[in-house]
């Protein structure tokens, strides 16, 4: 399975773009990348997925080098409530052909007013 | 609403209990899964379902057991409770195409 490492923590002020790095040197070539987002005693919520370059979404932007060895999640002009824990995975597809989503201890956020 | 419902929400069990926790979705989703996340740690694979009939073991499959009847639903069994097993029980699921899984809101459990 492909890990994955992502800073513990980061603060950030309302209304700053932030910017979360995630390394992944072990990809395979049929891996995507998958960000979730967690607030306490809630499950997970998908943010947003992709395999190379950059995808945008209402949520968020996710930018892939070539090498897809690392990714970036960006979330444009914070709030509050988008203090939470993020999650960067690698999908690893198995001989079922199955997704099994390996979670790590992921990037909490605080946003700062 | 469309979703993944887990029940209980909350139970509390004694060692050696056996009980089931369920979950149930309603977007005709073949992939299931069950995750366990303990305090300040990631969320660790049980067990999953690529489709009705067919399951396979995740990272800490021990002291559970799963079963996939119908594409609905996908209970988690825990045989004989232990305090180890004290933990946030979150089911998810996912569409064929689609890697971005549905999360239910979590069962919380104690085993004293």
């Known amino acids: 399975l492909a890990k994955t490492t992502q800073p513990i923590s980061m603060d950030s002020y309302e209304g700053q773009e932030v910017n979360i790095t995630c390394s992944h040197n072990?990809?395979?070539?049929?891996?995507?990348i998958t960000w979730y987002q967690q607030f306490p005693s809630q499950g997970p919520r998908f943010i947003i997925q992709?395999?190379?370059t950059k995808v945008t979404n209402e949520v968020a932007s996710l930018f892939i080098p070539a090498d897809r060895k690392s990714s970036t999640l960006s979330l444009p002009r914070v709030s509050l409530s988008d203090t939470a824990v993020y999650y960067c995975l690698v999908g690893v597809r198995s001989g079922a052909g199955s997704y099994q989503l390996t979670f790590g201890k992921g990037t909490k956020l605080s946003v700062i007013p | 609403n469309a979703g993944v419902t887990q029940t209980p929400k909350f139970q509390v069990l004694k060692t050696g209990q056996s009980m089931t926790l369920q979950c149930a979705q309603d977007m005709n989703h073949e992939y299931m899964s069950w995750y366990r996340q303990d305090p300040g740690m990631g969320l660790r694979l049980i067990h999953y379902s690529v489709g009705a009939g067919i399951t396979d073991q995740g990272e800490v499959p021990n002291g559970y057991n799963v079963s996939r009847s119908t594409t609905e639903d996908f209970p988690l069994r825990l045989l004989s409770a232990a305090p180890s097993q004290t933990s946030v029980y979150f089911c998810?699921?996912?569409?064929?195409?689609?890697?971005?899984?549905?999360f239910g809101s979590g069962t919380r459990l104690t085993v004293v």
């Open positions: 072990n990809i395979a070539t049929n891996d995507y």
């Open positions: 998810a699921s996912s569409g064929v195409g689609n890697y971005g899984y549905t």
């Open positions: 992709g395999y190379k």
